[in-house]
RNA sequence: CGCGGGGUAGAGCAAUGGCAGCUCGCCAGGCCCAUAACCUGGAGGAUACAGGUUCGAAUCCUGUCCCCGCAA
């Protein structure tokens, strides 16, 4: 069961691997999306067709008793769970005799919930990896498998690269894990929930840039909120997303989300230090980088982005 | 038919009815120990496509294709 597209690397590799073949797929429901709202399916959906696994979309478990039946019809061994998006009443995670499994991409008990990649950034981390965990009730709450952490820095990442290496990794830890836990091999350990901390759903105005912040933060913003929310502002009525920055060190009296050239690079104050743009767009328009942006938009410059 | 912005020189943008321009890049030459710096000169456009209005259209109207913001 799963969504997004970290589920369907992990969906693709599974298969491939032919270790384990899936039986069923669950899914969300296909969703409107897109400029004319046409219905979209899920990037597991697309990966389950094109593997013809059987998919299925329920819109809530809670209270189902037909995908109950349904689920208990499978006889399923096991159920794995990646970045689903539904919560599974124990009715259902009590069905699969090996239990519930779920990946999530953090080290747990640390970032429960529902955005662990991007808090990883916002933190910035020294470390962070990927998690098995038996599933409870209570979300990424139950008793740990196997945890792998990743070998790349975090500082250097941004959502969709950590997002993709987190998925390998992960990917890894199921073939690697599976095996020995079928067998009965591994013994899961309680997490200590004195060290959870609990990461809550992005919003689209999670992505606003508040200019009074430290370039560093800033910047890490960017990074996690990178393609969704973005992080954005506005000059006059324009919506302004920057896309990619670097940290410009420099002290300054500027006022905070000022545009100004710095070596005719462009950068914006911050509440400390700088931030050069690298890779910035405007509403309406394509993607531009630094350069030209002072080219076509010289008259922005010196104003200051709210 | 969800709302909206846009397609102009290699790139990013101006020009809203009257000879199509700016910054950058490119080419040639110059300056300099040297340079992504500076100076001089130059090339490069059927203004996305098709039709219409007009003495005259990048600009107004109609249709088509493509890109993007919102929304989801």
Redesign the pocket.
Same mark, same amino acid.
């Given at each position: 069961m799963g969504t997004p597209e970290f589920s369907a690397l992990i969906l693709e590799k599974l298969i491939k691997s032919s270790l384990f073949c899936p039986q069923i797929v669950i899914t969300a429901p296909d969703?409107?999306?897109?400029? #004319?709202?046409i219905l979209q399916p899920s990037p597991v959906k697309k990966m389950a067709k094109e593997a013809k696994i059987p998919v299925w979309q329920p819109v809530s478990f809670k209270n189902n008793k037909e995908i109950e039946k349904k689920l208990k019809e499978t006889k399923a061994d096991l159920f794995i769970v990646a970045a689903y998006g539904l919560i599974l009443p124990s009715k259902i995670l009590s069905i699969p005799y090996q239990g519930c499994l779920n990946v999530h991409p953090s080290l747990l008990p640390r970032h429960r919930g529902a955005s662990p990649l991007q808090q990883t950034i916002l933190d910035n981390d020294a470390e962070t990896g990927t998690t098995l965990i038996l599933m409870d009730e209570k979300v990424d709450h139950g008793p740990i498998i196997s945890q792998k952490k990743l070998d790349q820095k975090v500082e250097s990442m941004d959502y969709p690269s950590l997002n993709m290496a987190l998925a390998e990794l992960s990917t890894e830890i199921l073939l690697l894990t599976l095996p020995q836990f079928l067998n009965g091999l591994i013994k899961p350990q309680e997490q200590d929930h004195n060290l959870a901390s609990f990461t809550k759903k992005i919003k #689209?105005e999670d992505g606003k840039i508040d200019w009074n912040q430290t370039a560093e933060k800033i910047e890490r913003a960017i990074r996690a909120y990178r393609p969704?929310p973005?992080s @954005?502002g506005f000059l006059n009525t324009k #919506?302004i997303?920057i896309i990619k920055v670097e940290l410009l060190k420099m002290k300054h009296r500027k006022k905070p989300g000022t545009i100004f050239l710095q070596n005719k690079i462009p950068a914006v104050a911050c509440g400390k230090d700088a931030l050069i743009l690298k890779e910035l767009?405007?509403?309406?328009?394509?993607t531009?980088n630094g350069?030209?942006?002072?080219?076509? @938009?010289?008259q922005f410059l010196s104003q200051i982005i709210k």
């Open positions: 969703k409107p999306q897109g400029r #004319k709202r #689209k969704w973005g @954005y #919506k997303t767009q405007i509403a309406g328009k394509n531009i350069k030209e942006f002072v080219n076509g @938009y010289s």
